[in-house]
C-alpha cells in the first residue's frame, strides 16, 4: 500500500474513534542538569555564600525588587520607571499583546462561522439568454434574507494544534516580556553600579588633586628656599596635572554613563542628572539556589522551551493536510422578488451538508512542508539547549568572577595599606632632607594607582553581583548583608584618598 493511503487509511481509523492529532508526542530534549555549581565558593569564603535552599522560594518572581539590596534609594525608584517609562519594554509588551490577539484568532477555529448575507438587487435579464421563457421579463428584483453557517470537522487536530501552537507562541512572548524587562533592570543596574564606582573614582581624585596641590606648593616653597631641586618641582607639578587630567577624563565617563541611564528610564539625556554620591554600594548576599530550578527561572529558556512546544504542534498542522478537509455547513433565508411579503414560509430556501476537499496533487509541497515542520522543531530543540547551557554557563562566570574578585579584593586592600604606608614614609624623609622627590612621587603615583585599583575592583564585584542576578532569572535572590558584615564597608578605609602632614618647620 503506498505511503499517502496507509496514512490517510491510519488516520481515517482515528477519527472514527473520536478525532486525533497529527503532532507527534511532546519530548522536549532531555538536559544533563548538575547536582550542584562548580564555582559555588565553600562557606565563609565570601560575603556573597548561598542562604539556605531549603527556604528560598525557587520561582521567577520577576517583579521582586532584587536590586534594593545595594542600598541606594535612587537606584530603587529609578528601576521603578523601567515599568512606565521605557520605550523598548512597551515594545515588548505590543508584542505580547499581538501575539495573544493572534492566539485568539487561532481559537476562533473551534467554533462554528455564521453569516448574515441580505441583499436586494435590481437585474435586468439578456434578451439572448439561453433558455430565457417568453413570459419573463426584462427587469426583476431579488430581495434576500439569508445566512451561512459552517464548521470545521477537526478529525486531524489541525485547528486543535493551530490554537496549541499559538497558545505556546503566546507564553513564549510572555516570557519574553519578562526577558526584556530583566535585561532592562540589569542594565540600569550595572550602569548605576558604574555610575556610583565613578562617583567614588572622581571623590579619590579630587582629593588626591588636594593633597598634590599641597605637595606641589611644598616643593615650590622649598625650591625657594634653595632646599629642594628644580625636578622636584616638576615631579611634583607633573603628578597634579596628571592627576587633574585623569579627572576631567572621568567626568566624560561619567557624563556618557549618566546619558546611558537617561535612555533607559524614559528620559532625554539633555534634562537628566544624577547628583554625585560616592558613598559605597552594599554588597548583597545571593541565595543561588540549585541548578535544576534554573530552568524554570529564567525567561529566555522558558520562551525557548515553548517555541519548541509550539513547533511540535505545527509538525500535526503539516501532517493533516494529508487528509480530508471536511465542513459541516448549511445556508437559508428568504429570498422574493420584492421586500414585502419577503418573510413569509413560501418563500424560505435552504441547503444543508458536508463539503470536503482533499489535495490528490500538490507536486510534493505537503511533503515539504512537513519536512519544513520537522526541521523547525530541530531548531528550537537546538535553541533550547544553547540557551539552557547558557544559562547554566552564566551562572558559573558569575560565582567564577565573584569568588576570585573576593580574593583579589583583600589582595588589593592589603596593597593599598602597604603603599599608603610607604606614601607616608617617603614624604617624611623628604621634608627631612633623607630622600629625593623621586621617592616620594613614586610612592604616591603607587599608592593612587593601588586605590584606584581597589576602587574598580569594588565596582567589578558589584556588576558581576547584577551578572549573577540576570542570570538566575532575577527575583528575590537577594538581601541586605547583615549589619557588620559588608566587607566592601569595612575595606573602604583602607582606600582613604591620599593625605599630607606637611610641617612648615621642617622647611
Given amino acids: 500500500m503506498a505511503k499517502p493511503l496507509r496514512r490517510w487509511v491510519a488516520g481515517a481509523t482515528l477519527a472514527l474513534m473520536g478525532g486525533c492529532s497529527m503532532a507527534p508526542a511532546y519530548r522536549p530534549p532531555v538536559l544533563p542538569t548538575p547536582v550542584a555549581y562548580k564555582e ?5 569564603d565570601a560575603i556573597w555564600k548561598p542562604v539556605d535552599t531549603a527556604t528560598t522560594a525557587l520561582t521567577a518572581a520577576l517583579t521582586a525588587d532584587w536590586w534594593t539590596g545595594f542600598g541606594d534609594p535612587l537606584l530603587d525608584r529609578l528601576e521603578a520607571r523601567i ?3 521605557n520605550p523598548t519594554l512597551a515594545g515588548a509588551l505590543a508584542r505580547y499583546d499581538m501575539a495573544r490577539a493572534t492566539l485568539a484568532g487561532a481559537r476562533s477555529g473551534l467554533f462554528p462561522r455564521v453569516e448574515l448575507t441580505p441583499s436586494l438587487l435590481r437585474n435586468r435579464q439578456s434578451d439572448e439568454r439561453p433558455l430565457r421563457g417568453g413570459s419573463q421579463p426584462d427587469f426583476y428584483t431579488a430581495a434576500t434574507l439569508g445566512g451561512d453557517i459552517s464548521y470545521e470537522a477537526d478529525l486531524w487536530g489541525r485547528v486543535r494544534n493551530s490554537v496549541a501552537s499559538g497558545r505556546a507562541l503566546a507564553e513564549a512572548s510572555r516570557d519574553d516580556l519578562a526577558a526584556v524587562k530583566l535585561a532592562l533592570q540589569g542594565q540600569l543596574a550595572a550602569d ?6 565613578q562617583d567614588q573614582q572622581l571623590a579619590l581624585l579630587s582629593q588626591t588633586i588636594d593633597a598634590f596641590a599641597r605637595a606641589d ?3 615650590r616653597d622649598r625650591f625657594r628656599g634653595g632646599i629642594a631641586t628644580g625636578m622636584d618641582v616638576g615631579r611634583a607639578g607633573a603628578l597634579l596635572g596628571e592627576a587633574r587630567a585623569q579627572y576631567a577624563a572621568l567626568q566624560a565617563d561619567r557624563a556618557v554613563t549618566e546619558h546611558a541611564i537617561a535612555s533607559l528610564v524614559g528620559q532625554p539625556a539633555s534634562i537628566f542628572s544624577i547628583p554625585r554620591r560616592d558613598i559605597p554600594l552594599h554588597l548583597p548576599s545571593v541565595p543561588v539556589g540549585v541548578p535544576s530550578a534554573l530552568l524554570a527561572k529564567r525567561p529566555d529558556v522558558a520562551a525557548a522551551e515553548r517555541r519548541m512546544a509550539a513547533a511540535n504542534a505545527r509538525i500535526g498542522v503539516a501532517e493533516a493536510a494529508f487528509f480530508p478537509q471536511i465542513t459541516l455547513g448549511g445556508t437559508g433565508g428568504f429570498q422574493s422578488t420584492a421586500l414585502a411579503g419577503l418573510v413569509a414560509a413560501p418563500n424560505i430556501f435552504w441547503a444543508i ?4 476537499i482533499l489535495n490528490l496533487f500538490d507536486g510534493g509541497k505537503r511533503r515539504a512542508d512537513v519536512a519544513a515542520a520537522r526541521a523547525d522543531w530541530d531548531a528550537a530543540a537546538a535553541d533550547y539547549r544553547a540557551r539552557a547551557l547558557g544559562a547554566f554557563q552564566d551562572v558559573e562566570d558569575a560565582l567564577a568572577t565573584l569568588h576570585h574578585l573576593d580574593e583579589a579584593q583583600a589582595a588589593q586592600d592589603q596593597a593599598v595599606r602597604s603603599a599608603a604606608s610607604t606614601s607616608a614614609i617617603a614624604l617624611d624623609r623628604y621634608i627631612k632632607g633623607a630622600a629625593t622627590y623621586l621617592d616620594v612621587a613614586t610612592a604616591q603615583e603607587n599608592l593612587l594607582r593601588d586605590q584606584q585599583s581597589a576602587l574598580s575592583l569594588e565596582t567589578q564585584r558589584l556588576t558581576a553581583t547584577v551578572a549573577l542576578a540576570r542570570a ?5 535572590a537577594f538581601a541586605r548583608p547583615a549589619p557588620g558584615c559588608d566587607l566592601i564597608q569595612r575595606a573602604a578605609s ?3 584618598p591620599l593625605s599630607f602632614s606637611i610641617n612648615p618647620s621642617g622647611r
Fill in 494 to 496: 583602607a582606600r582613604r
Fill in 353 to 356: 451538508g458536508p463539503g470536503a
Fill in 217 to 219: 606648593a611644598l616643593t
Fill in 83 to 85: 515599568d512606565s517609562d
Fill in 192 to 197: 548605576f553600579v558604574r555610575l556610583r564606582g
Fill in 472 to 476: 538566575l532569572g532575577g527575583g528575590s
Fill in 40 to 44: 559555588m565558593p565553600t562557606a565563609g
